[in-house]
C-alpha cells in the first residue's frame, strides 16, 4: 500500500523501516494541511500526530485514501463523519499513555499545589523568599477524577499511593474498577462540590465541549485546582480566567488548551483570512490564561515520554500491518 507518515521526526522515519516491504512508504516532516495534501494524493494510509486537522478540505485530496492511522489516542482532530460517508477507517493507540499521561496529571498537580514554578523561577534570580509559597498537601484531600478509562484509572491509582480519598464521575461507570481501585462514583455536580482537586481524563467531544463552564467553576469548592491533560475544548477558557480572577480556583495545571494550533503558530493568524469571532476569543482568552501566576501550562507534552513515544510507533507499525493483512486492529467505530 500506499503509506505516507506525516509529522515524522527522523526516528520515527527510521522505526517506520520496519514497515514490511510491500509498502511503499513516504515520510514527510511537516504536519498534513490542505496546501500540501495534493502532492501525497495518490495514498492509501495516511499516519499523523494530532497537529494535523483531518476534515473534509484536507481528506478530500486524497481519493484513494482507506486507512488513517492516527498515532494518538484522541482523534477529536478527525472528520470522523466524513471518514465514514467516504469509507476511510481509523486507527488510533489506545493503550500506550495511561502511566505518562497520569505521571504528567501528577507532576502539574503537585506544582500547583507547592507553586513549583514560582519558586524555583525565584531561586534562578538568587531570590529565596518564602512570601506566597505555602502550599497544600495531597493526602487527605478529595480527587475528581472524569473519566475512569486507561488514563483516569492510573491516575486514581497514583492519588491512592498518595493518600488521597477518591470520586470519580463517568458516562460508562466501572463498578469493578471502582470496587478494585477504592473509590466512588458521584454525579458529575457532585463530585464538583466534594473534590479538592478535579482532574479530566475524557475525550473531546461535541458532549463534552465546555464541560467546565461558569456555573461548573461556581459549584467547586472555593479553593480546588483545576488539571487538564485530556483536550483544552473541554474547558471554556473564558470561565477559567473569571474562576481564577475571582480566586474561586486556587490554581490550574493545564496541559492542553482549547485551539492549540492557533496558539502555536500565532502569525500564520495574521496571514490568513481573518478569525471568525469565536477562535479570536478563544486565542485572547488563551493569551490572558497564561499570564495567570497561579497557572501552569505545559505545551501538549503530558504524552512525551520515551516509553509512550516507543509505545505509539509501534502500534501505529501494527495497526498498518494488521489493516493491509485483512485483519484491522484499534479501529475506532
Ligand atoms: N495530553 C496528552 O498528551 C494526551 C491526552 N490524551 C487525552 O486523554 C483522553 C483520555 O484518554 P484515555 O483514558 O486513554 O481514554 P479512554 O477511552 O480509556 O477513557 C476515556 C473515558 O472517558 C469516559 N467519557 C467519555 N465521555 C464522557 C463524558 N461526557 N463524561 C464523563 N466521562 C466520559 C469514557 O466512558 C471512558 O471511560 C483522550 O481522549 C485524549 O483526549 C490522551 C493521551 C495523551
Ligand atoms: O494521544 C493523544 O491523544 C495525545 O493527545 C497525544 O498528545
Excluded at 495545571?253 to 503558530?265: C, I, M, N, S, T
Excluded at 469565536?278 to 497557572?295: G, I, K, M, Q
Aim: net charge negative.
Amino acid at each position: 500500500m500506499k503509506v505516507v507518515i506525516f509529522e515524522a521526526e527522523e526516528w520515527e522515519a527510521r522505526a517506520c523501516r520496519a514497515l514490511s516491504g510491500n509498502h511503499e512508504l513516504t515520510c514527510v516532516k511537516e504536519r498534513l494541511t490542505s496546501d500540501n495534501a495534493a502532492k501525497y494524493s495518490d495514498a492509501e494510509v495516511i499516519s499523523t500526530f494530532i497537529n494535523s486537522r483531518l476534515d473534509a478540505e484536507v481528506l478530500r485530496h486524497f481519493p484513494e485514501l482507506r486507512l488513517i492511522a492516527t498515532r494518538s489516542t484522541g482523534h477529536d482532530h478527525i472528520d470522523l463523519a466524513w471518514c465514514a460517508a467516504e469509507d476511510i477507517e481509523i486507527a488510533n493507540v489506545p493503550d500506550y499513555g495511561d502511566v505518562t499521561v497520569a505521571e504528567h496529571s501528577f507532576a502539574l498537580m503537585l506544582a500547583a499545589a507547592r507553586y513549583l514554578v514560582p519558586a524555583v523561577e525565584r531561586t534562578r534570580r538568587g531570590n529565596f523568599s518564602q512570601d506566597d509559597l505555602r502550599g497544600i498537601e495531597l493526602r487527605g484531600k478529595t480527587l475528581g477524577v472524569v473519566g475512569t478509562g486507561r488514563i483516569g484509572r492510573r491516575a486514581i491509582e497514583i492519588a491512592r499511593g498518595f493518600g488521597m480519598n477518591v470520586v470519580a464521575f463517568d458516562v460508562d461507570p466501572d463498578s469493578s474498577a471502582a470496587a478494585n481501585l477504592g473509590f466512588t462514583y458521584l454525579p458529575f455536580a457532585e463530585l464538583l462540590s466534594q473534590a479538592d482537586i478535579v482532574t479530566l481524563h475524557l475525550p473531546a467531544t461535541p458532549q463534552t465541549q465546555d464541560l467546565l463552564s461558569d456555573a461548573e467553576f461556581a459549584a467547586m469548592k472555593t479553593g480546588a485546582l483545576l488539571i487538564n491533560t485530556a483536550r483544552g475544548n473541554i474547558v471554556s477558557v473564558p470561565a477559567l480566567v473569571r474562576a481564577l480572577a475571582e480566586g474561586k480556583l486556587r490554581a490550574a495545571g493545564l496541559d492542553v488548551l482549547p485551539q492549540e494550533p492557533l496558539v502555536r503558530e500565532e502569525a500564520e493568524v495574521f496571514r490568513g483570512p481573518p478569525l471568525e469571532k469565536e477562535n479570536l476569543e478563544a486565542l485572547v482568552a488563551n493569551h490572558v490564561l497564561l499570564r495567570f501566576p497561579n497557572v501552569i501550562v505545559t505545551p501538549h507534552v503530558a504524552y512525551n515520554t520515551h516509553e509512550a513515544v516507543a509505545r505509539i510507533i509501534e502500534t501505529t507499525i501494527e495497526n498498518i500491518e494488521a489493516f493491509a493483512m485483512g485483519s484491522p486492529k484499534n479501529l475506532i467505530v
